[in-house]
């Protein structure tokens, strides 16, 4: 393993093999992480939806230009920068387990998932403040599930969630 992909977490040496264990031992509540994994990213797309055609069929053309672009602009970001520093996922690095059915290898920071969650919150407070905060909620929730099923490490979740919100603050302001 070249020191490029050589992670020190604590959270992962100590902390995950007793969540993972906790999780094994609870059918009920791995079954709940599990669909919340799967489900939340979904919910997040569903009201992206939402705010895409609200802007249309309310003629704000210009933050629907916007709705569009941005979001559109940090996948792309953020995909290029995970293909560029390729970190090893922590069931990569440490002799753990994931708790969701994953393989992938590499691409894990930063988190994808919590920065595009974040900048959809973002481009929902444009909308509706109650929108962007329960999009906020969620987006928190994405990345709490992402660090409890063991597929991201805790600095991949703060670095999506930092990006996200730099490309909301500078490009929804």
Do not use: N
Request: charged share 20%.
């Amino acid at each position: 393993m070249s020191m490029k992909h050589l992670q020190k977490s604590r959270y992962y040496e100590s902390i995950y093999p007793k969540v993972f264990a906790w999780f094994q031992k609870h059918t009920a509540a791995r079954k709940i992480l599990k669909a919340a994994y799967k489900g939340l990213p979904v919910l997040v797309a569903a009201f992206y939806a939402c705010i895409i055609l609200h802007c249309f069929f309310f003629e704000r053309r210009t933050l629907l230009f916007k709705e569009l672009l941005i979001p559109a602009a940090l996948f792309l970001t953020v995909t290029l920068l995970r293909k560029r520093f390729d970190f090893d996922r922590p069931y990569c690095v440490y002799p753990v387990k994931s708790l969701v059915e994953k393989d992938k290898r590499g691409e894990s920071f930063p988190s994808r998932h919590s920065a595009s969650a974040v900048v959809i919150a973002s481009a929902g407070c444009f909308v509706s403040i109650h929108t962007g905060i329960i999009l906020f909620v969620l987006a928190f929730l994405i990345s709490v599930t992402r660090l409890l099923a063991g597929v991201h490490f805790p600095k991949d979740l703060l670095a999506g969630w930092g990006i996200g919100l730099a490309f909301g603050f500078l490009f929804f302001l």
